[in-house]
């Protein structure tokens, strides 16, 4: 969709007459049903006369074509301005504009972001470059008039109040490769970008070129095919085995069928390969010529996958393939042929951080033809987390979708040791299993320890012999913000004092990406940093949030003690529901390790309890 289309000369002269905000209120009203938001009439204001004065400048021919605020197909990501038309040897070009107002930027150690004043303080946010580039790499993967070649596509960033410094930071050497693929100009490279326009788009005739860009259907290209491919064919982390196999070809099966809505939710433990099917299904759909997204609600697993999967490869294009499940709310029904969702049970309502929506279950399955959800009912650990089974058929039935359900029993994980996982379950209470007994100790190492000063010694020890290890605690500690001086894991929260122990959360600076750094094994991650995630050997650290009682027999969780603010929200006065929680998430976290997990618990009961099932098993 594009909120205005024209020739050149049609845009210089709206601009000339100062008509620009009423021709996009009006675009606003007609094509996306709302009024222009008010914090935007700045920015269109002086950012479109800026760039209208280089377009002057640049001597282009009147019918180059114009788009302002194009809305990329399957997203509801907006390219500022593109300008259409034909090269010096007659090539059909358009260029990409990012427009920025910024006035000044900082570095950081983070992949392609930087930190500038967004909303009137400092934020992180991705480079212009970097945003210009990924726009330009989504049309090139999914527009086929663009990924044959017949239209070239090129992109910018233009910061028309920023003075560029000597040492200037938007231009680091770790923004070179997205600096290089989408140049950045600013305030004083009025002439550079007129003529970096005038040689992409100068010969003009470009509404033709409009057409291409706004009516080409959306569908994968064979580069993004055969690159998504290289990276699943031969790995074999992705391989799939028994269970999985079995679950991959029913959920393929029913996405195969475009004339029915499906919805498919396939039912799995830690450790059943969910993330195995998942990313082999994407691969497959795409190889099929299927519009296909995979979508994780939570961040960290996704950023980590993504890098994961792109240690070879552009992460630009991956990350268009791999998206959070709060951008679909106003993406048009039925727009994705599939949308594959891993860790579904953090999918989240109304009043979520950052989510404009009501359901993301509904967003999803509404937008599009087959949604498959990846989900484990017992890893539901806040109360605005509503990806349960119940919930997901629920919403199916209003859209008078199919459902079909699917159950991984197989366990890949913890060293195989099925056993292990259920009697996890058995001894939080989560469910009743067979395994209360134990299980064969020789497939996965458990350990108690009575000082967290050891665990944190055996995880050292782990990881310097080679292993991928990392010590996670639960929310029963304040995680001190980064204006308070706790940018970087400076603040060592994690206190116990009668042993002598103090650690501090994963770092803010690294952000979802946590479990990649080197010195990770030096902080503690949280469940929102290691959920979905795998390590060869976990030591967690089990707060004062979880306690036990021998007359009752049972456990429970004080509101003061659980740190975590969203976590607890409306709680109070529903102890049991919150306790449920806090056992979900410390199941989950005693459920990351592959070879081995190492414990230490803060409730002298707890412990013993644990101990006790622990001896008495074989």
Not at 296 to 325: C, D, M, T, W, Y
Not at 448 to 458: G, H, K, M, V, Y
Request: charged share 25%.
């Amino acid at each position: 969709m594009i909120l205005y289309q024209g020739l050149v000369s049609e845009f210089t002269e709206i601009i000339e007459n100062n008509q620009i905000i009423p021709t996009l209120e009006k675009e606003f009203k007609n094509k996306l049903g709302r009024k222009l938001p008010p914090n935007e009439f700045s920015a269109y204001t002086n950012s479109l006369s800026f760039i209208e004065r280089i377009i002057r400048k640049s001597k282009v021919e009147s019918n180059c074509g114009v788009l302002i605020e194009y809305i990329i197909p399957s997203t509801s990501n907006r390219i500022d301005f593109i300008i259409t038309g034909l090269n010096q040897n007659k090539a059909e070009n358009f260029i990409i504009i990012e427009l920025k107002q910024w006035q000044q930027a900082e570095a950081t150690e983070l992949e392609s972001l930087v930190t500038t004043m967004l909303g009137g303080k400092f934020k992180d946010t991705v480079h212009p470059s970097y945003q210009a580039s990924s726009y330009k790499q989504f049309l090139n993967d999914f527009n086929p008039h663009i990924s044959d070649g017949s239209v070239i596509a090129n992109a910018c960033a233009y910061l028309h109040n920023y003075r560029r410094s000597e040492y200037e930071p938007l231009l680091e050497p770790q923004y070179s490769h997205v600096v290089k693929d989408a140049p950045l100009f600013f305030q004083g490279d009025t002439d550079k970008l007129a003529d970096y326009i005038n040689g992409k788009v100068g010969l003009g005739n470009g509404a033709a070129i409009i057409d291409k860009i706004e009516h080409g259907p959306t569908k994968p290209s064979k580069k993004l095919i055969s690159h998504v491919s290289k990276i699943i064919k031969g790995n074999k982390e992705f391989i799939l085995l028994d269970d999985q196999k079995v679950a991959y070809e029913k959920a393929l099966y029913f996405a195969r069928k475009p004339e029915d809505k499906s919805v498919i939710i396939i039912k799995g433990g830690p450790g059943t390969g969910k993330s195995v099917i998942a990313v082999n299904l994407l691969a497959q759909l795409l190889k099929d010529q299927r519009n296909a997204i995979f979508v994780a609600p939570n961040a960290s697993f996704r950023e980590v996958l993504v890098k994961k999967l792109a240690q070879e490869h552009s992460l630009i294009r991956l990350k268009n393939l791999f998206k959070g499940s709060s951008g679909f709310v106003e993406i048009e029904p039925n727009t994705f042929d599939a949308l594959i969702v891993d860790e579904a049970h953090r999918l989240k309502q109304k009043g979520a951080f950052m989510y404009h929506g009501d359901n993301q279950i509904e967003d999803i399955v509404r937008k599009s033809k087959t949604s498959v959800f990846f989900i484990d009912d017992d890893q539901i650990i806040r109360p605005d987390d509503v990806g349960s089974v119940s919930e997901i058929k629920k919403i199916a039935e209003l859209y008078d979708a199919k459902v079909e359900e699917i159950e991984l029993t197989a366990q890949f994980r913890c060293s195989g040791a099925e056993g292990y996982i259920n009697w996890i379950n058995d001894v939080l209470h989560i469910k009743e299993t067979a395994n209360f007994n134990g299980w064969d100790k020789s497939t996965f190492d458990f350990k108690i320890f009575d000082d967290p000063n050891e665990l944190r010694q055996a995880i050292l020890e782990k990881h310097n012999q080679g292993n991928y290890s990392r010590i996670l605690a639960g929310y029963a500690w304040k995680w001190s913000l980064a204006n308070e001086g706790n940018g970087n894991a400076e603040i060592e929260d994690i206190e116990i004092p009668e042993f002598d122990f103090k650690m501090p959360w994963n770092s803010r600076k690294v952000g979802s990406t946590w479990a990649l750094d080197t010195d990770g094994i030096h902080q503690a991650g949280c469940i929102h940093t290691s959920q979905g995630l795998e390590f060869d050997y976990v030591g967690v650290i089990v707060g004062k949030d979880l306690t036990f009682s021998f007359d009752t027999y049972s456990y429970s969780t004080s509101v003061i003690e659980y740190k975590d603010v969203a976590g607890k929200k409306g709680l109070k006065d529903r102890p049991d529901e919150l306790n449920k929680y806090v056992r979900n998430i410390y199941k989950t976290l005693m459920t990351r390790g592959i070879k081995g997990c190492y414990v230490y618990f803060m409730d002298v009961n707890v412990k013993n309890h644990f101990k006790n099932r622990l001896q008495n098993s074989h």
